[in-house]
């Protein structure tokens, strides 16, 4: 079992900037892809973006890409996010994951992903 601690969320206005952090309980993390998702009011939760094992490659959503970047250190068992030019449509709440299967692939899909934590609030004002 691995616990994944999220935080770094809050309220922000448009245009500015947050950074979230993931903190993962298990070293055997370093093997594994992890993500980020989120979940706004009454919608299902969708993906944001995600980082390989080793950091070399990266996935994001159309919505978020060129605002956000993800990155990692596995020697803190760490996952960023970095969120600039935040919108409210950003609002959500944020969700890090970890991969199901150790392996070289960066997955988007939530159904890869077999462990979560248990969210940070962002909120965008307008």
């Known amino acids: 079992q691995v616990l994944l601690v999220e935080s770094g969320g809050g309220l922000v206005q448009a245009g500015g900037s947050l950074r979230l952090s993931c903190a993962a309980s298990k070293r055997t993390i370093v093997t594994y892809a992890m993500g980020w998702f989120r979940q706004a009011p009454g919608k299902e939760r969708e993906f944001v973006s995600a980082i390989n094992w080793s950091g070399d490659n990266t996935q994001y959503a159309d919505s978020v890409k060129g605002r956000f970047t993800i990155s990692r250190d596995n020697a803190k068992n760490t996952l960023w996010l970095q969120m600039n030019s935040l919108k409210p449509e950003d609002t959500a709440v944020y969700y890090c994951?970890?991969?199901?299967?150790?392996?070289?692939?960066?997955?988007?899909?939530?159904?890869?992903?077999?462990?979560w934590g248990q969210g940070t609030q962002v909120t965008v004002s307008s």
């Open positions: 994951a970890v991969e199901r299967r150790a392996g070289w692939r960066t997955p988007i899909s939530q159904d890869d992903y077999a462990y």
